[in-house]
């Protein structure tokens, strides 16, 4: 009897890991320190941090209004540490919710003005959650190519058919909805309130009377916007006075709410049929109980009038340097410009660079010199649209931004082949 051979595989699945596109590229920049990601923050994060050793600038935080130094934030996630223990072992399902879950999530929807709210252990898995379970196949989801990834992926995992339409193009937005009104099943458009690279803000008057126009349901990322923009910080829904016509409202607490986690505001029929069917809620742990007790004392400091304050003293740092950059002839993204004529400004500041090599470079020399900032580039950003993504807290002082102001123009001055054209 002869011996019967055994197939072979002959592909093997990590040769991507050593074969990518970008494997030389990231060795060079290991071998000249250059590579700007996975820096060692060696400090609590504030304005100014200690980073691998050295006092440092910090422009590149989503620590909007400061709070993860507040001693009340502090102090309620230690209360909670001292309750709960270090970890609740168990999903939300089982026996993972506790009183602060409760407390949050009903503070989270008097504040954000819906029938509810449900609080996710991080904000990826907010968005994966809610658009995975709320879309299935035979839906049609319409997302701008600007969306957040956590966005693109419950996309992908709802199996609904994906109609993406050109950044903050209402033109193509429309196109798409018109297509999607003969696909057979029910709509739903997904924008970021606030682009988390540009700072840009969604044109939501506008998208929300087209998606009413063509019977659409809207869902709005307020990740970037919740705790940054709005009369009471509710995010960019509230800014543009649409709160009432957005179906439903993500947001996250890893930012202003100086925590980590998301949650998913919206009417309470969905919101319990998310409760019961999300996989990405049922099947993960809940968050340790500090993260739920720090995220519910910095609403609860957001939604005071001393929340408001801090909102405005963020909105005028990001325009002091704002202008502070522009004057040293950098490409600084614009103001995005509001329906009553005004221009707002979000937390986020970004400096166009261009070609990806050349803002790795800058973003090392500006490290060098004492201020740390985000590197996006593609496909993060548009190809040659690479970027340094600088961020703003309430909490900078006038002269920390004069100083990081000073360190741009040193760089600058230095090497002007950096900046692009």
Same mark, same amino acid.
């Given at each position: 009897?002869s011996?019967?051979?055994?197939?072979?595989?002959?592909?093997?699945?990590?040769?991507?890991a050593?074969?990518h596109?970008?494997?030389?590229?990231?060795?060079l920049?290991?071998?000249?320190?250059?590579?700007?990601?996975?820096?060692?923050?060696?400090?609590?994060?504030?304005?100014?941090?200690?980073m691998?050793?050295?006092?440092?600038?910090?422009?590149?935080?989503n620590?909007?209004?400061?709070?993860?130094?507040?001693?009340?934030?502090?102090?309620a996630?230690? #209360?909670?540490?001292?309750?709960?223990?270090?970890?609740?072992?168990?999903?939300?399902?089982?026996?993972?919710?506790?009183?602060?879950?409760?407390?949050?999530?009903?503070?989270?929807?008097?504040?954000?003005?819906?029938?509810?709210?449900?609080?996710?252990?991080? &904000?990826?898995?907010a968005?994966?959650?809610?658009?995975?379970?709320?879309?299935?196949?035979?839906?049609?989801?319409?997302? #701008?190519?600007?969306?957040?990834?956590?966005?693109?992926?419950?996309? *992908?995992?709802?199996?609904?058919?994906?109609?993406?339409?050109?950044?903050?193009r209402?033109?193509?937005?429309?196109?798409?909805?018109?297509?999607?009104?003969? #696909?057979? &099943?029910?709509?739903?458009?997904?924008?970021?309130?606030?682009?988390?690279?540009?700072?840009?803000?969604?044109?939501l008057?506008?998208?929300?009377?087209?998606?009413?126009?063509?019977?659409?349901?809207?869902?709005?990322?307020?990740?970037h916007?919740?705790?940054?923009? &709005?009369?009471?910080?509710?995010?960019?829904?509230?800014?543009? &006075?649409?709160?009432?016509?957005? #179906?439903?409202?993500?947001?996250?607490?890893?930012?202003?709410?100086?925590?980590?986690?998301?949650?998913?505001?919206?009417?309470?029929?969905?919101?319990?049929?998310?409760?019961?069917?999300?996989?990405?809620f049922?099947?993960?742990?809940?968050?340790?109980?500090?993260?739920?007790?720090?995220?519910?004392?910095?609403?609860?400091?957001?939604?005071?009038?001393?929340?408001?304050?801090?909102?405005?003293?963020?909105h005028?740092?990001?325009?002091?340097?704002?202008?502070?950059?522009?004057?040293?002839?950098?490409?600084?993204?614009?103001?995005?410009?509001?329906?009553?004529?005004?221009?707002?400004?979000?937390?986020?500041?970004?400096?166009?660079?261009?070609?990806?090599?050349?803002?790795?470079?800058?973003?090392?020399?500006?490290?060098?010199?004492?201020?740390?900032?985000?590197?996006?580039l593609?496909?993060?950003?548009?190809?040659?649209?690479?970027?340094?993504?600088t961020?703003?807290?309430?909490?900078?002082?006038?002269?920390?931004?004069?100083?990081?102001?000073?360190?741009?123009?040193?760089?600058?001055? *230095?090497?002007?082949?950096?900046?692009?054209?």
């Amino acid at each position: 009897m002869s011996e019967i051979s055994t197939p072979r595989i002959e592909s093997d699945v990590f040769a991507k890991a050593r074969d990518h596109d970008r494997s030389e590229q990231l060795e060079l920049a290991k071998q000249g320190d250059m590579l700007p990601y996975f820096r060692l923050l060696t400090s609590q994060a504030g304005p100014v941090v200690e980073m691998e050793g050295r006092r440092t600038i910090m422009l590149g935080s989503n620590n909007y209004l400061g709070l993860t130094g507040d001693e009340r934030v502090k102090q309620a996630a230690r #209360d909670a540490l001292d309750t709960y223990g270090t970890a609740l072992t168990g999903s939300r399902l089982l026996n993972g919710t506790i009183p602060l879950h409760i407390e949050l999530e009903q503070e989270l929807a008097e504040w954000m003005g819906t029938e509810a709210a449900l609080v996710f252990t991080t &904000g990826y898995q907010a968005n994966v959650g809610c658009i995975g379970t709320i879309l299935q196949p035979g839906d049609t989801v319409i997302c #701008d190519s600007g969306d957040h990834a956590s966005i693109l992926d419950g996309c *992908r995992l709802s199996g609904a058919k994906l109609r993406p339409f050109r950044h903050n193009r209402l033109d193509k937005l429309e196109r798409m909805l018109e297509r999607a009104a003969g #696909d057979g &099943g029910g709509v739903l458009v997904i924008v970021d309130g606030v682009f988390s690279m540009e700072g840009d803000i969604a044109p939501l008057d506008q998208i929300v009377a087209l998606c009413d126009r063509y019977g659409a349901r809207l869902m709005v990322d307020e990740a970037h916007g919740v705790g940054a923009l &709005g009369a009471r910080g509710a995010g960019a829904s509230e800014l543009f &006075g649409v709160e009432d016509q957005v #179906d439903l409202r993500m947001g996250t607490f890893s930012k202003s709410f100086a925590s980590c986690g998301g949650f998913i505001a919206g009417p309470s029929d969905v919101i319990e049929y998310l409760r019961i069917a999300a996989r990405a809620f049922l099947f993960s742990a809940a968050a340790v109980p500090a993260a739920v007790g720090a995220a519910l004392a910095a609403l609860r400091i957001i939604r005071t009038e001393e929340g408001v304050e801090l909102l405005g003293r963020l909105h005028e740092n990001a325009a002091y340097l704002h202008g502070g950059l522009s004057d040293l002839g950098l490409r600084v993204v614009e103001a995005t410009a509001m329906p009553d004529g005004s221009e707002a400004l979000t937390p986020i500041v970004p400096v166009v660079v261009g070609e990806d090599m050349r803002a790795v470079m800058l973003w090392k020399a500006l490290y060098d010199e004492g201020v740390y900032t985000n590197v996006a580039l593609h496909p993060a950003v548009p190809p040659a649209g690479a970027l340094l993504r600088t961020s703003l807290m309430a909490t900078h002082e006038r002269e920390h931004l004069d100083e990081a102001i000073g360190m741009f123009s040193r760089v600058i001055e *230095r090497s002007p082949e950096l900046l692009e054209g």
